[in-house]
């Protein structure tokens, strides 16, 4: 692992249900490695792996076989509340990523305390109050004057853009983003996505993000992977990915693919 590696994914292999009719390949050999700073978008048909592989990164089930290595180190068999120390995550949906009942300044602080005994028993200093209303500020959400509300109140729009900024509080080594926009109306979702770019690029952070947007995955970020069938098939840097349509793209799956890519989300392109 090169001193520059932030994330590297060797042989990952897991199969649900083995040996059973009901068996899945979910992920058939998965060989990443992303740089710090990388902003790499995931696409790929359903069933494809890009969820599995997040979770596999995340640690929410032991892998089958190969090695996941996170800033140097390796978390292939670190359980997964442990990783969390690490990473950043930001569901599909806006529900799964705070506390319902507590209110939006509680949920930012269990967020900042990460890592630390994660209850509220001294209060929230005056100081954290104001990192948090000047962060909260710069979402343009109006959730600044709002800090005392309780977070199921939200509508998913500001609830997900909250659980943006509570998972880039720390700067996690790593920010995985699972179709985060999916669940959101599209004026929501591209508000959402311009501050997913922002945070990302303000805090210099190394993000994966998996979307069926193929449109958003070409403007987003510096790499682009495609994956199907539990494995990736292809891989493209920033000045190539440029230079593609969502019909090249199209193209170019069907032939690493060796099929046509049709009734998929995968086509959604606004």
């Not at 705070?98 to 900042?112: K, P, Q, R, V, Y």
């Not at 000047?134 to 729009?157: I, T």
């Not at 790499?223 to 292809?234: A, D, F, N, W």
């Amino acid at each position: 692992m090169a001193e520059s590696d932030m994330l590297v994914l060797q042989d990952i292999r897991k199969t649900f249900n083995p040996g059973t009719i009901v068996e899945k390949k979910a992920l058939t050999g998965v060989d990443l490695t992303l740089r710090k700073g990388d902003f790499v978008t995931v696409i790929g048909g359903n069933g494809a792996g890009k969820s599995t592989m997040l979770n596999a990164i995340a640690g929410s089930f032991p892998i089958d076989r190969g090695t996941i290595l996170l800033g140097g180190r390796d978390v292939t068999r670190l359980p997964e509340h442990k990783r969390a120390a690490f990473l950043g995550r930001v569901f599909q949906d806006p529900m799964m990523g705070t506390a319902a009942s507590m209110n939006i300044e509680e949920n930012l602080a269990l967020a900042g305390r990460r890592g630390q005994y994660r209850g509220l028993r001294w209060g929230i200093t005056a100081r954290e109050r104001e990192i948090y209303r000047e962060k909260l500020s710069a979402l343009e959400l109006g959730l600044e004057s709002r800090m005392g509300s309780k977070v199921g109140l939200l509508s998913g729009g500001q609830r997900q853009a909250l659980t943006l900024l509570m998972a880039t509080l720390k700067q996690p080594e790593l920010l995985l983003l699972d179709e985060h926009t999916a669940a959101l109306d599209p004026k929501t979702a591209e508000k959402v996505l311009n501050l997913t770019r922002r945070l990302i690029a303000e805090n210099g952070l190394t993000a994966l993000m998996v979307t069926h947007n193929m449109k958003d995955a070409l403007a987003l970020g510096n790499r682009m992977i495609m994956m199907h069938e539990g494995r990736i098939i292809l891989d493209l840097d920033e000045s190539q990915k440029a230079h593609m349509t969502v019909e090249d793209l199209l193209e170019q799956f069907e032939q690493a693919s060796g099929r046509e890519l049709a009734n998929d989300r995968m086509l959604l392109t606004n």
